[in-house]
């Protein structure tokens, strides 16, 4: 326990509380908290994707794709077109609610933020879901593609690598 004035030794027991302690969580708790957590998120995602589908759906936008890239240990969205039958058109500049999960917290809390800026959350959390690391090393780009229609998103990834070639010979 560190004695130095001012510093507390605080500890999570679970994912909505927290204790000043000096006993760790046993890791069964911490992994059971994280998984929770993880449970909250996917729940929150499939609310919020179901959301911006039916907004897409009512202002006639039938597919967006989201382009992102990175490596070098960052990585961003590159950017976002929405699409109806006719082909490219504008996103409109609407407000939509979204639910976030907090670190370790498992209720949501609402915000009303920008469809765009809802897309982007969306993008990010597909990433990390299923690709977290993206953006590490020498990276990785692609295409994330809300289908409207089939209400999926589709997340497609080129991932980037360095390969080199040995020759060895012995005379």
């Known amino acids: 326990m560190n004695d130095t004035p001012g510093h507390k030794n605080i500890m999570a027991t679970n994912v909505n509380s927290y204790s000043l302690s000096s006993q760790h969580p046993a890791p069964k708790e911490v992994l059971a908290a994280y998984r929770a957590h993880e449970q909250a998120e996917a729940a929150c995602f499939k609310l919020n994707k179901h959301a911006v589908m039916a907004t897409l ?5 039938r597919r967006v794709e989201v382009s992102f890239d990175g490596s070098g ?4 969205i590159e950017g976002i077109a929405a699409f109806n039958r006719g082909g490219e058109v504008p996103l409109p500049d609407l407000t939509l609610s979204y639910n ?3 670190y370790n917290q498992l209720t949501p809390i609402q915000h009303d933020t920008k469809l765009s800026e ?3 959350y969306l993008s990010y959390q ?3 879901f299923d690709l977290q690391g993206w953006e590490n090393n020498n990276g990785a780009h692609g295409t994330i593609t809300f289908d409207v229609e ?3 998103i589709d997340l497609t990834c080129n991932t980037r690598y360095i390969d080199y070639s040995v020759d060895a010979y012995s005379y």
């Open 150 to 152: 089939a209400e999926m």
């Open 73 to 76: 240990d960052s990585g961003q």
């Open 126 to 128: 597909a990433l990390n």
């Open 118 to 120: 809802v897309l982007e």
């Open 57 to 61: 759906r009512h202002v006639g936008i």
């Open 100 to 102: 976030d999960i907090p």
